[in-house]
């Protein structure tokens, strides 16, 4: 039971993340927020901690690294706003 609740976990965290970065993406292509908003990096770091969650419970690396390397883009993005 305990294996299954975890998988659960993981999964829905993976979909959230998908979810975020899709959405951050939509709004950035049909104009509601800048490439420079504090809004669309937050949401594709937040969407990166997701998809890294579910790609280390199943031992799938490749997305790990792309999702490291994605939210550091954030980070630097996000100092950059608000310094």
């Not at 937050?42 to 690294?65: E, H, R, S």
């Amino acid at each position: 039971m305990q294996k299954k609740q975890s998988e659960f976990m993981t999964e829905t965290a993976g979909w959230i993340g998908v979810l975020l970065i899709l959405f951050a993406y939509a709004l950035l292509s049909f104009g509601f927020i800048s490439s420079q908003s504090f809004w669309y990096h937050g949401l594709n770091f937040f969407g990166g901690i997701g998809i890294i969650a579910d790609a280390l419970a199943d031992k799938d690396y490749q997305p790990v690294v792309l999702n490291l390397i994605w939210m550091g883009i954030a980070v630097y993005a996000i100092i950059q706003i608000v310094l």
